[in-house]
């Protein structure tokens, strides 16, 4: 198998041809796969089925305090919930709130609050200034990008690289423009990298120096506990970044997120938003307007069925198992298929939810739109970057938890055959 750039004209057409004739083969198939986005398979999910148990009768609805979980109360969270996500962000219980089953519903509130009545340490709501910017760290997070694409704000892409957003380009814009309030971060098994972010990077943002007085990192530690090898030994560390700015007076300028949305049920788990003792008595006082309480009955479901952190660490090595052979099974086919040819290039995650991948540029819509009339749907090409434009089109984000095995291998198949459609495509 030869690099594509060193074959002849006449080769190329030929190898396209026979491609093409394999793609049509593949069309018949009738497949009906979806790789569209990082969700949970039906195996995993029913590692935690138990937790629907833990609260079974009228006696245990209580909870530590002695508190009716049933009833109104406790507004910023069950202390026992609060203290469990926590220890996922490694900071006390008393800087955590608890939200309902969505951090990203969190992450909204926290933009919206700001946008509509500023922030501590601010010159008043964004919506009343002029500009309002945010930093995108790319390729990243679509959601991210959304939330502040709804808000009208303005979102400037900082190249990723492995050690995590190029700090350089981030202090610069940071320290440069008031205007910049906030950057994206998904800081551990990043989405779609899978990278981590190392240990200088935390502290040169635990060191920022913002001209905006309101400037906040929007700390996303979605993927906290998600490792693929923390059974051999090789699971990543992430600096405390609450630490990093306690060191520098700076602990208010971020706001931290988790939840358990990829530790039990997707869409019945539970989030949390943690941050200084500044931020946090200003988000509870905007939160105590929206709800009285969030769901605690599932809070106190959650906190018996992981208990702890070693409990959820346990957990964890259960959705190890199930994982770790579907990313070994993409990697491997990706090198066996695509490795040799000279087209594409992919990360190696040691956790997370995602493989990024690069075709030749100016091919991955092409790849996309390959995959879809074949039954593979996958997520948009663009959409790891602001307003779904990445400028080279060639990244797309591969999620291979929610196929089984199976299924997983066909759309892998699938799917390196349309890169090289794709690339030779290009090439001719």
């Known amino acids: ?10 080769q ?27 969700k949970p398979g039906v195996t995993q999910l029913a590692l935690s089925l138990g937790a629907l148990d833990a609260v079974g009768s009228a006696s245990s609805l209580k909870a530590e305090d002695g508190t009716n979980v049933c009833n109104y109360g406790a507004p910023l969270g069950l202390y026992e919930a609060r203290r469990l996500m926590g220890e996922i962000l490694e900071l006390p219980p008393e800087q955590v709130i608890m939200g309902g089953n969505s951090s990203l519903n969190l992450m909204f509130d926290c933009v919206s609050q700001a946008y509509t009545h500023g922030l501590p340490g601010g010159k008043g709501p964004w919506c009343r200034q002029e500009t309002v910017k945010f930093l995108c760290p790319v390729p990243g997070y679509d959601r991210h990008f959304a939330v502040t694409g709804h808000f009208g704000i303005e979102m400037i892409p900082v190249p990723m690289t492995e050690s995590g957003p190029d700090m350089d380009v981030v202090e ?15 800081p551990k098994y990043s989405n779609p990298t899978g990278y981590t972010y190392s240990d200088e990077t935390v502290r040169r943002f635990g060191a920022l120096s913002p001209a905006a007085g309101d400037f906040r990192i929007y700390w996303d530690n979605a993927y906290a506990v998600h490792h693929l090898y923390a059974t051999d030994g090789k699971k990543d560390t992430l600096l405390n970044l609450m630490e990093e700015l306690e060191k520098t007076g700076r602990e208010d300028m971020a706001f ?33 307007l929206q709800t009285i309480g969030h769901d605690k009955v599932n809070q106190l479901r959650h906190v018996r069925f992981l208990r702890d952190i070693t409990g959820i660490e346990a957990h964890m090595k259960r959705h190890e198992a199930l994982l770790r052979p579907k990313f070994e099974l993409v990697v ?29 540029p100016g091919c991955a819509k092409r790849v996309i739109a390959l995959c879809g009339k074949a039954g593979v749907t996958m997520t948009p090409a663009g959409a790891t970057f602001p307003l779904g434009q990445d400028p080279e089109d060639k990244n797309v984000r591969i999620a291979p938890t929610f196929p089984d095995m199976e299924e997983l291998r066909e759309a892998t198949d699938l799917f390196c055959l349309c890169v090289k459609v794709a690339s030779l495509e290009k090439l001719t």
């Open 1 to 10: 198998m030869a690099e594509y750039k060193s074959l002849s004209p006449q």
């Open 256 to 288: 931290l997120f988790t939840s358990t949305s990829k530790i039990t049920f997707s869409g019945a788990g539970i989030a949390a938003v943690a941050a200084s003792k500044t931020n946090i008595d200003c988000l509870n006082r905007r939160f105590a």
């Open 172 to 186: 610069k814009l940071v320290a440069g423009d008031d205007a910049v309030k906030g950057i994206w971060c998904v």
């Open 332 to 360: 491997r086919a990706l090198s066996r298929e695509l490795g040799p040819l000279g087209i594409a290039s992919w990360t190696n995650p040691r956790g997370g939810y995602f493989i990024s991948f690069d075709t030749l």
């Open 12 to 38: 190329l057409r030929r190898e396209l041809e026979a491609l093409r004739q394999q793609y049509e083969a593949a069309q018949k198939k009738g497949l009906r796969l979806d790789m569209s986005r990082g």
